[in-house]
C-alpha cells in the first residue's frame, strides 16, 4: 500500500486552501473509490485530508419548491432510502440501489460517488500498460484491445473509457446541479457539464480543479420527477458496474408523453444525455412502441461503436425503452 498522511478539516475554508495549495493531497469522505485507486497504484497522494467532520455537508432536504437538496457528504444509502426522494425522485433511489453492496453504500458519500474514476481494465491495471488517463500521452491500450464495456459516444484517440456512477445516469436526465466552492467562492455547475469528453486530456474526468471541494448536489422539482426509474444491465446480478443503463422520467397527457428526460450510462465518459429522443417523443404515445423506438433511433445517429461493443448501439436503444415504458407506468 502507498504510504501517506493522514490529516482532518474541521472548515470548509481550510480544507479548501489546504487543497490548492498541495498538489499531492486528496480529499478523502467514505474513500471507497480512492482507497482502490490508491491499492492499484492510479492514484499516489502523499496527503489525505478527512473532510467527512465539516458542518452542514451531510444534510438531504426537501425544499419547498419540490426539488431536492443534497449534501456531498451524505451517504448513498441515507439518500436511497429516504422518503421524499423515494417519493419525488425515484431514479435516484433506484439508481443508488443499483450502485454497489449495502456496506459500500453504507461508507460511500455522494460527492464521492460522482467523483469516482472509470473502471477500465487498463486504467486499474498494475501491470502499468500504455493509457493516457494514468499516464498521459502513454496511449490507449482499449482503443485497439479489449474494449466491450468501453464508450459508443464521444471518445477520443486518446481514451475511450466510460463513466462508472449510477447515480450520475439519473442526476443528468433530472438536470441536476452541483455546487462547488473553491477559493473565489462559490459557484453552481449544470451536471451535464459537471463531466469533460475525454478529449486529448482523459486524464481529467471533470471540469474541478485544485482547491474545489463539492459541497451539495441539487435537483430541481419538475413534472417529470416522480414518474421515473432507472434500469441498469450488468454481466451478473450481484454487485456489479453498467454493461448499458438509462435513467428515464417523464410527464405526460393520458397516454401521450408530453415531455421526457432520458441519460444512458456505460456507453460514454460522461453520462450520456439523449437529447434527440426527447424532441421527437414529445407527443408520442407511450403505447406505440414502433414511435418510441423510432424517436430514440435519433439519439443514435452519431454512435461510433468500437471492435467488441457494436452490440451496446442495439441494448442501449432497448435498455432506454424499457426504462421509458417503466417510468411512463408510474405516470
Sequence with gaps: ??????????????AIAAHAADPDLAYIAGGTDLIGLMKDRAALPKRLL???????MARIEALPDGGLRIGALARMSDVAAHPDVRRRFPVIAEA??????GQLRNMA???????????????????DLPCNKRRPGSGCSALHGLNRNHAIFGWSEACVATNPSDVAVALAALDATVAVRGLAGERTIPFTGFY???????????????????????????????ASHYLKIRDRQSYEFAVVSAAAAVAVDGRRIRSARLALGGVAHKPWRLTAAEVALRSASLGDIEALKSALATSFTDARPLAHNAFKVELAQRVALRALQAAGARA
Excluded at 478527512?50 to 452542514?56: F, Q, R, V, Y
Excluded at 455522494?110 to 486504467?123: H, S
Design 1 to 14: 500500500m502507498h504510504p501517506f498522511l493522514l490529516a482532518s478539516a474541521n472548515d470548509a475554508a481550510t
Design 50 to 56: 478527512d473532510i467527512n467532520t465539516l458542518p452542514d
Design 96 to 101: 443508488l440501489l443499483f450502485a454497489a453492496s
Design 109 to 127: 458519500s455522494m460527492g464521492g460517488n460522482i467523483m469516482q474514476r472509470t473502471r477500465c481494465a487498463y486504467f486499474r491495471d498494475e501491470d
Design 196 to 226: 469533460r469528453l475525454p478529449g486529448e486530456t482523459p486524464e481529467r474526468d471533470n471540469v474541478l480543479g485544485r482547491g474545489d471541494l463539492i459541497v451539495s448536489i441539487e435537483v430541481p422539482a419538475g413534472a417529470e420527477g416522480r
